[in-house]
């Protein structure tokens, strides 16, 4: 589990430092604070602590793969680590990442580095579990011709930053839904999944063609005849298993089904084949969920997320969306130990650098750019109603 991580002169970042919820954690402000930039720092952190804790792997080996990674990021002009520390800075650049247990990894660089440098204490619990972030822009759609032999693999990478390659490769791993095997396997996530299948009314399946089809159906309880016949079968539950069973004729090309219902199957699918198993697999990312997203779909999706982080899965978020935060505010529930932390970065008129203010309550936050909006919205929404009169 990650406790929290520091920021030293990276990118538009001076100096920071974030302590974070076990459970979920949402980051919001304005375009150009770096909230894109901060997951992305928190994501290369955590795969460095993998590479940290590879026995098998030089540190030489490990500094040179991590620069690669930071640099496929980021995808700065030059290809060389120096130019991701901040602007004007003459101090060198350092992140840290720190586990619940107290260990921690951290790399550093200067304006001049070519390499990377790897720091790590012993221990490093937690950070062997590969992250998962999902981007803005849904990616069902993309795969096929990302991964597609006959396509310029340099070519591809110009386009695509490593949020979207890896998410790429975690999507096509086989899930047991290839397999029509039963949700019983995992009871945690049996109703996670059902859930998100409900939301979009079918499935994002894995094809022989190298692409996602949806393919309309739900999740049922069906007899299962190995199981009603056996003698220790007794109760309904023992003899009857959760499969999915299509519906409504053909599947489609996923490019023809909506996009917010894409980045529900993205979930779907990263939850089906263990990318995110709760308690298991490391942090999930996730980038503005609530883009090309229903409101209707918003209420949902926030159970589903508060759902897993019940199971140990921790998550952070960055959003712009108002109806996402006051969901999570309203459906936070204390009894089943339900923790959301907000962090609101803000450029520091001073040193104009970014800084952040953290509360476990969003009504504590006093810099947010989005309840600012939402508050002058309502005054001239009013104004206009008293004929022109602003309140």
Not at 4 to 15: P, R, S
Not at 90 to 106: H, I, K, W
Not at 271 to 292: K, Y
Not at 342 to 364: C, G, I, K, N
Request: aromatic share 8%.
């Amino acid at each position: 589990m990650i406790a929290g991580f520091e920021i030293q002169n990276f990118t538009a970042f001076g100096k920071l430092e974030i302590s974070l919820s076990p459970r979920v954690n949402v980051i919001i402000g304005s375009n150009g604070t770096g909230k894109t930039h901060l997951l992305k720092a928190i994501y290369g952190l955590a795969i460095a602590g993998q590479s940290a804790s590879d026995s098998d792997r030089s540190k030489k080996k490990s500094e040179a793969e991590l620069t690669k990674k930071l640099l496929r990021l980021f995808s700065p002009e030059e290809s060389r680590i120096g130019t991701l520390r901040a602007s004007g800075s003459t101090a060198p650049t350092r992140l840290c990442l720190r586990g619940s247990d107290d260990s921690s990894v951290a790399i550093l660089f200067n304006g001049t580095s070519k390499v990377a440098r790897l720091e790590k204490n012993a221990g490093l619990e937690g950070y062997e579990t590969q992250p998962v972030f999902i981007p803005t822009k849904e990616i069902l759609s993309l795969v096929r011709g990302m991964r597609h032999p006959e396509h310029d693999r340099a070519t591809v990478e110009m386009i695509f930053d490593d949020t979207y390659i890896d998410l790429a490769e975690f999507l096509v791993h086989p899930g047991f839904e290839d397999e029509a095997a039963s949700l019983d396997e995992d009871p945690r996530l049996s109703s996670i999944i059902r859930e998100l299948v409900a939301l979009v009314g079918g499935r994002y399946r894995w094809t022989n063609d190298g692409a996602f089809r949806f393919e309309p159906g739900s999740y049922e309880e069906k007899a299962d005849p190995a199981r009603s016949k056996s003698k220790t079968a007794q109760m309904y539950q023992d003899s009857t298993i959760v499969r999915f069973v299509p519906k409504g004729g053909q599947s489609l090309s996923s490019s023809m089904t909506a996009e917010g219902y894409r980045k529900i199957g993205v979930l779907h699918r990263l939850l089906c084949n263990g990318s995110i198993n709760p308690g298991t697999t490391g942090v999930l990312l996730w980038d503005e969920p609530e883009a090309n997203l229903n409101p209707k779909l918003m209420k949902k999706l926030v159970q589903v997320l508060l759902e897993l982080s019940r199971n140990g899965q921790q998550i952070v978020l960055a959003t712009h969306d108002y109806v996402l935060l006051k969901w999570l505010d309203l459906l936070l529930d204390k009894g089943k130990e339900d923790h959301v932390r907000f962090h609101a970065l803000y450029r520091d008129p001073d040193t104009q650098r970014m800084a952040v203010e953290s509360a476990d309550s969003y009504s504590l936050i006093s810099k947010s750019a989005i309840s600012d909006t939402f508050a002058e919205l309502f005054d001239e929404d009013v104004a206009r109603a008293l004929g022109g009169a602003k309140p």
